[in-house]
């Protein structure tokens, strides 16, 4: 019997996640099976019965500071294909995802987020595809559900500017909500940096995939981990990670702008030794010193960044650490 683990990273999600424990235990009843049907319905294979397998629902409490802990460990002891993995203080989602790699047993690999935005109707047809020899059966987002106009269209601008500056595939409107075979498992453990951007992984291992349009629902309860600052943070993330484009920009910047410089010298002299002109344009020079003060740290800021990186990965430190599993210690490292 094929074993599917359902991975999903918590962080204060108390409220959400007994609704979506009964989700997934109708998920696995077989209850959902045939409620969705992708629009490409023609392809061939019939739905499978999701009776005929073997589920984990892995949880990861990444540090929550309600009671996710509790909670989860209640629904431990109601039923035995909970595992809860409580990791020693928040890591963030990416670091968190890795540890539920780390740990899934299964033959394929379900993501999924806690706040009950990724509907586990899906996930048959997922299986589905899955069972045709896909290695990555993504969610399209066909819709974003409640979501501010300026994060919707910085988040646009940020999937543009990423896809331009790598040759890396960078599938906008998809997320974490897919299902993974145990080749795409195993390639994304072997990646073992700190400064993880999963979203860019999936693709960077490549292999064969399909994507299936969802409609994101609302987040259930509490509010996203994902404010400005964090969304930043991962942008830049998602930058460093996949393109050295920024670097390079530093140096072209440079040389265009030595060029330029110099071929107004060759003018300034020109002109001084025709017409004798006097310099003048105070205004000028401090605009151009202001200027390329500015680039001149822009510069740096660009090539810090990439300094920063470095220097927190050749520490070599482990992107989490494990306090228990199911209220155990950890005995043997993953
Ligand atoms: N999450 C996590 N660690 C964090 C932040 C978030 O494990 O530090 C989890 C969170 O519990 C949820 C998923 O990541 O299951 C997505 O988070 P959220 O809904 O806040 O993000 P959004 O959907 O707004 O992008
Ligand atoms: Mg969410």
């Known amino acids: 019997m094929k074993k599917i683990t359902v991975l999903i990273p918590a962080y204060n999600e108390a409220v959400n996640l007994p609704a979506l424990h009964t989700r997934l235990c109708a998920l696995a009843a077989g209850e959902l099976d045939n409620v969705y049907t ?22 990861v409490n990444d540090g929550s500071r309600d009671d996710t802990l509790a909670v989860l460990n209640t629904l431990r002891r109601s039923d035995s294909r909970v595992t809860v993995v409580d990791l020693a203080r928040n890591f963030g989602k990416e670091n968190a995802l890795l540890a539920g790699f780390d740990l899934a047993t299964g033959d394929a690999v379900v993501v999924m987020d806690a706040d009950l935005q990724h509907p586990p109707e899906v996930v048959p047809e997922m299986i589905r595809y899955w069972e045709l020899g896909y290695a990555d059966v993504y969610g399209r987002r066909r819709s974003r559900g409640r979501e501010s106009w300026l994060r919707h269209h910085l988040t646009s601008v940020f999937y543009k500017t990423l896809q331009s500056l790598t040759s890396i595939e960078m599938m906008p409107g998809v997320g974490d909500f897919r299902l993974l075979d145990r080749r795409a498992v195993n390639a994304l453990t072997s990646m073992r940096e700190t400064q993880r951007y999963t979203k860019g992984m999936f693709s960077w291992i490549g292999g064969s ?24 943070a991962l942008a830049l993330q ?9 670097l390079r920009f530093a140096s072209i910047s440079g040389i265009t702008i030595s060029i330029g410089a110099f071929i107004y010298l060759l003018y300034a002299l020109v002109k001084y030794a025709c017409y004798g002109d006097p310099v003048r344009g105070f205004a000028t020079l401090l605009c151009v010193m202001l200027l390329l003060g500015g680039l001149q740290l822009l510069c740096l800021g660009i090539i810090g960044e990439y300094i920063g990186r470095i220097f927190i990965e050749t520490k070599g430190r482990p992107p989490y650490i494990i306090d228990t599993v199911n209220g155990r210690p950890l005995t043997s490292s993953p």
Request: proline share 7%; aromatic share 14%; no cysteine.
């Open 238 to 246: 998602g930058i460093t990670g996949f393109t050295t484009a920024p």
């Open 209 to 232: 995939k399909h994507g299936i349009d969802f409609d994101t629902a609302d987040r259930a309860g509490g509010k996203s981990s994902f404010g400005p600052k964090q969304l930043f």
């Open 38 to 59: 992708d629009a490409d319905s023609s392809a061939p294979g019939e739905t499978p019965h999701m009776t005929d397998y073997e589920w984990e629902f892995l949880f």
